[in-house]
């Protein structure tokens, strides 16, 4: 018997949009209510990208997955050629494409290593089964295997489960006789495929199934100084928390995090946000745990069912305020700027059974503040060894990781050590710091037991003065582990750790080129995997003006009719249980003036030294505390940017 497992695409609002209001003209939108009562039937479900506004759509998607194939139309008001792809990074580089062209009637498989254009697969595995050309539209319908066993090609992977990523999605389109740089007709999003569709939607539901009230922390519509990099915390306390709806007895759990977003900034402006989390009632620095990070281009944060971060005052370790520490970027040193990003924490008096701890490994102090980078390719690799998880008091489940580096950084990966064997390999092939300052890979939640140890290696392509540091044009490199239950008592830090136990060892290499960094995706080799099918032949292309029949599937459930963009829809919007909360416009700590930038002396062996940022002292008043460091730092800005396919 057929299996079918169907969700509807809706990807994630794009951050940039061509300027039409309506990217559906009406002679589009008829040829696509007619296709959609011809063929609409033969999927499942359908949505349109970019999600929420129908007036701004640009592309509409349909698909089912039945057995071991996808089976997927997507269509865009064009002439010339539609494109859409699986990205790891949510950019061009390391993104699967099939590229449909009217002018031959050919879909091809293709990839992308960089932005630039695409390359052939060496194996065609999608099969165009139909397209339509009509009143300036395309549409094209094709299949492929869920796992092709083609380095050139990404699995499309079962992602139902919170723990497990969405899958990440580009699409393009033009009117030139060939696929051509496409300016600014692109979109991109993320989609659980066995799922509940596009992720804010699925997110929001959730949070409207499960949370009894949600609690808004933002930044007090703070000014940015004219400073390069600048650190600021904010603190939420106890009060502050139960005035947002939080008990004031008992306890709660935070189950969701979504991020609250000044659009006219946060792009740009705003690198990170990190929660901490503090069992005394005011922000006592020296009890606080990472509760939460958060990079430009993360989505919103769904904790797994079995636990939450728990506020109150039930239990060993419940938090009873919040912290949120804000980098800024402001390169080019603007002193208009006035920020109000950051959170809204979903909450639930129904206690989990477990509270969610994070474990940082590698360089999380960033030990290496100063160092040289390195010219040319190189490879920095750091363990975490067995005696730090053997402080834990059990075993624990990790549901994610988060792989954080900067603008230089190209390669990444996490290898899980048990008695010296190698049990999972988690990795990014291709990062892109212009999509997303933090990477999950697409894994599901797996078991830590005490001993085991990791391995960290970052690769990154950097000049002879690029260094390690708190900057945004400095390198990091970190891997942020969420997981449960909480441990207690023990180091939160695994690598070049502050504690014997959680020291590793750390090693630099100089290599030859990119090629030498190990990248999988994009290479020529088989993968070896005896579960992997036979590919199919079938052609990828077919006839100008001979399309074939539609793929036709006897659901399982009844179809889901399909979106026609309409003016009088109503968006999608969030979900919105309490007005948001602001600390106090006035600060309780003095914030720290740097008179003049650190210095940066190259020493006569390898790496430069950075002369210490200055301190000063601080008091403290009433409910809500800000403190302020800055870092000034003399290197050109590589900068956050927002690139699309």
């Known amino acids: 018997m057929t299996t079918i497992k169907t969700i509807a695409i809706v990807a994630i609002t794009a951050l940039l949009k061509p300027t039409t209001s309506n990217a559906f003209s009406t002679v589009a939108q008829n040829a696509y209510t007619d296709w ?19 007036t701004s759509a640009n592309i509409a998607v349909h698909w089912s997955i039945i057995d071991d194939k996808i089976h997927l139309a ?33 879909l091809t498989d293709a990839y992308a290593t960089d932005y630039a254009a695409p390359i052939d697969d060496d194996q065609q595995d999608w099969t165009l089964k139909n397209y339509t050309l009509d009143g300036g539209f395309i549409i094209w319908e094709g299949e492929r295997l869920l796992k092709t066993c083609d380095n050139q090609d990404w699995e499309v992977r079962d ?22 740089f496409h300016g600014l007709n692109s979109e991109k999003g993320e989609i659980r495929f066995y799922g509940s569709g596009e992720e804010t939607v699925s997110f929001h539901a959730a949070m409207d199934a499960e949370a009894e009230g949600s609690a808004v922390l933002t930044a007090p519509s703070f000014t940015l100084p004219q400073w390069k990099t600048l650190y600021k915390t904010f603190c939420y306390t106890k009060d502050d928390l139960v005035a947002q709806g939080l008990p004031s007895d008992g306890s709660a759990h935070i189950i969701g995090i979504e991020p609250v977003l000044d659009n006219s900034n946060s792009i740009t402006n705003v690198h990170h946000i990190l929660v901490y989390s503090s069992e005394d009632s005011t922000c006592d620095e020296d009890g606080e745990d990472l509760m939460f990070p958060w990079a430009f281009g993360q989505r919103n944060f769904q904790a797994p069912s079995p636990a939450g971060f728990r506020f109150g005052s ?3 370790g419940a938090f009873q305020s919040i912290t949120m520490e804000f980098h800024y970027d402001n390169p080019e040193y603007k002193d208009n700027i006035v920020d109000n990003s950051g959170f809204r924490f979903y909450y639930t008096t129904k206690l989990r059974q477990h509270d969610i701890g994070f474990f940082e490994l590698a360089d999380p102090k960033v030990s290496l503040l100063g160092k040289k980078v390195g010219n040319g390719v190189t490879q920095h690799t750091f363990s975490c060894p067995g005696s730090c998880t053997n ?8 549901f994610l990781e988060g792989l954080h580096m900067h603008a230089l950084g190209e390669r990444m990966v996490s290898k899980h050590f048990r008695n010296d064997e190698v049990l999972r390999e988690s990795s990014v092939d291709y990062y892109d710091f212009s999509q997303a300052g933090m990477y999950s890979p697409q894994q599901n939640e797996y078991v830590l037991k005490r001993g085991d140890g990791f391995e960290i290696t970052c ?7 690029d260094l390690f540091g708190l900057g945004s044009e400095n390198e990091m490199c970190i891997n942020f582990l969420g997981y449960y239950p909480k441990q207690f008592g023990v180091d939160n830090y695994c690598g070049l750790a502050p504690t014997n136990s959680c020291l590793g060892s750390y090693s630099k290499t100089t290599l030859g080129s990119l090629e030498d960094t190990g990248r999988e995706f994009g290479t020529r080799e088989a993968i070896s995997d005896p579960s992997c099918p036979v590919p199919s032949s079938a052609p990828s292309s077919m006839p100008v003006g001979s399309p074939t029949s539609s793929p036709t599937a006897s659901p399982s459930v009844a179809p889901v009719s399909a979106p026609v963009p309409s003016p009088s829809s109503s968006p999608v919007v969030g979900s919105s249980k309490s007005p948001s909360l602001s600390p106090s416009s006035s600060p309780t700590k003095a914030p720290l003036v740097m008179t003049n930038a650190p210095v940066v002396t190259p020493s006569t062996d390898e790496d430069p030294t950075i002369s210490p940022v200055a301190s000063s002292s601080s008091n403290t008043a009433g409910t809500t505390c800000i403190s302020t460091i800055s870092i000034l730092v003399g290197s050109v800005f590589l900068g956050i940017v927002n690139v699309f396919v």
């Open 459 to 465: 690769y990154f392509k950097a000049g002879n003065y």
């Open 314 to 316: 039930v239990g060993e």
């Open 391 to 398: 402080n834990f008091s059990q075993d624990v489940t990790v």
């Open 36 to 54: 959609v009562a011809n063929n609409g039937g033969n999927y499942q479900v359908s949505a349109l990208l970019p999600a929420g506004d129908p």
């Open 74 to 106: 997507v269509t865009a008001e064009a002439t010339g050629w539609l494109g859409f792809g699986f990205a790891e990074a949510g950019g061009m580089p390391g993104s699967d494409i099939a590229v449909f062209t009217a002018s031959t009637g050919k």
């Open 159 to 180: 992602d139902s489960g919170v723990d497990m990523p969405p899958h990440k999605v580009i699409a393009a389109w033009g009117d030139s006789t060939s696929m051509s």
